[in-house]
């Protein structure tokens, strides 16, 4: 399956146009593309799903940096969306130098950044550039604090207002796409039929023109959590623990390195070193 192009994605509208995974690092990246998804998205959730950070606050560039190249070296045909940290993207300066690195040296095909109305002066420069940019409205997990933590948003119309201004404002800044996270499925169908652009769905209920979900959500490695939205396609965390125990029991049992696992010489050879 060839590459998606910028051009490819604006024309994908309809529920179950686009799938999209959040993946990290080589392997997963990897398995993401073999499995036939359209996007792959590096996200700051790396803070918590791969770091151990109590949120994406923490991440920094240089974090993501490392992350969105072994992603690209596991997934080279598939198109590749790198996450804007925290404060990477304050100004539009700043926005056009860390964006650019994503693409020059990571390798990104695109880059998303949270934030509506807020955000435009930032998103336009970046698009006047030549940096194509993913919108992200609704829950934006930078700034949960603000919006009264992890908890769906838009559902009274005050927030609802904002949410539906802000993807407004970002397809006119020039999105190819925007993320609707934790957002009511009434709202989402309303904003996705408003916008000539795809919106991609995470807790936004089936009417988004795309989905995505955590590759350690949906393959059940991380466990810290799970949020109402994710569904387990399969317990790989239980697995992988039964596994490692068993190497563990097998070699304090003796039973592990066998014959099979090792490597023999000849006894000759084996004399000479030590003059037997």
Request: aromatic share 6%; no cysteine; net charge negative.
């Amino acid at each position: 399956m060839a590459k998606l192009t910028v051009l490819d994605l604006k024309a994908k509208k309809g529920p179950g146009s686009l799938v999209m995974v959040t993946a990290y690092d080589y392997p997963t990246a990897r398995i993401a593309q073999e499995a036939g998804v359209d996007l792959i998205l590096v996200g700051d959730s790396l803070g918590m799903v791969v770091l151990g950070y109590d949120s994406t606050v923490p991440v920094t560039m240089e974090e993501m940096l490392h992350h969105v190249k072994a992603a690209r070296r596991g997934a080279p045909e598939t198109f590749l969306i790198a996450d804007m940290p925290f404060l990477s993207f304050a100004t539009p300066e700043a926005a056009l130098e860390n964006a650019g690195r994503f693409l020059k040296e990571g390798g990104a095909d695109a880059v998303k950044l949270e934030g509506g109305l807020e955000v435009v002066p930032v998103v336009e420069a970046l698009v006047r550039a030549g940096i194509p940019v993913l919108g992200h409205v609704g829950l934006t997990p930078q700034t949960a604090s603000s919006l009264g933590g992890y908890r769906v948003q838009g559902k009274d119309a005050e927030s609802a207002r904002r949410i539906v201004e802000g993807a407004r404002a970002l397809e006119a800044a020039g999105v190819w796409g925007v993320v609707l996270e934790m957002v009511p499925t009434p709202l989402a169908r309303r904003v996705t039929e408003e916008l000539t652009v795809p919106t991609i769905g995470i807790g936004a209920g089936p009417v988004t023109d795309g989905q995505v979900l955590v590759f350690h959500d949906l393959v059940g490695i991380f466990d810290r959590f799970k949020p109402k939205f994710v569904k387990r396609y399969a317990e790989a965390g239980a697995l992988m623990r039964e596994a490692v125990a068993a190497y563990a029991r097998e070699v304090r049992e003796g039973v592990f390195p066998d014959e099979a696992h090792s490597f023999g010489m000849r006894e000759e050879i084996l004399k000479k070193v030590y003059g037997d």
